[in-house]
């Protein structure tokens, strides 16, 4: 099971606050510009990780790009997941045998006579997250 301080040893990512407003929680994440979708600890730790979509990176089904990040230090985090293209991506409160939340990510289908969203669980294996089989 990778622990937080190993994962943190990664190349890491910066996470700066922009505003904050009615709307939410906007970042900066490495440069691109994101909302803050969800902070809390994936690992039920002390530790505030965060969810963001992109704000630039958004198609015209109404996915955007999310990433999953663990927090490591005062303003640095490692990627653990993503970007990947989904409507919304958020933590399910029960954490799996790894010690860390699963995550539901809902995706647009590419029915075209039943268009709908599919939902994708993921699972923290190996140091990032995964479809689960």
Same mark, same amino acid.
């Given at each position: 099971?990778?622990?937080?301080?190993?994962?943190?040893?990664?190349?890491?990512?910066?996470?700066?606050?922009?505003?904050?407003?009615?709307?939410?929680?906007?970042?900066?994440?490495?440069?691109?510009?994101?909302?803050?979708?969800? &902070? *809390?600890?994936?690992?039920?730790?002390? /530790? @505030?990780?965060?969810? =963001?979509?992109? %704000?630039?990176?958004?198609?015209?089904? #109404?996915?955007?790009?999310?990433?999953?990040?663990?927090?490591?230090?005062?303003?640095?985090?490692?990627?653990?997941?993503?970007?990947?293209?989904?409507?919304?991506?958020?933590?399910?409160?029960?954490?799996?045998?790894?010690?860390?939340?699963?995550? &539901? *990510?809902?995706?647009?289908?590419?029915? /075209? @006579?039943?268009?709908? =969203?599919?939902? %994708?669980?993921?699972?923290?294996?190996? #140091?990032?997250?995964?479809?689960?089989?």
């Amino acid at each position: 099971m990778a622990k937080r301080q190993e994962l943190c040893s990664e190349e890491r990512v910066q996470i700066d606050l922009m505003e904050q407003s009615e709307q939410g929680t906007k970042l900066r994440v490495d440069g691109a510009l994101a909302w803050e979708v969800w &902070r *809390g600890s994936l690992s039920h730790d002390a /530790a @505030e990780d965060r969810i =963001v979509r992109f %704000v630039d990176d958004c198609g015209n089904w #109404g996915e955007c790009a999310h990433a999953a990040y663990l927090a490591c230090r005062e303003g640095h985090f490692v990627l653990v997941y993503g970007p990947d293209y989904f409507v919304s991506l958020e933590p399910l409160d029960v954490p799996d045998e790894s010690g860390f939340a699963r995550l &539901r *990510g809902a995706a647009r289908n590419e029915d /075209a @006579e039943e268009p709908g =969203v599919d939902t %994708v669980i993921l699972r923290f294996r190996d #140091g990032a997250y995964e479809p689960q089989r």
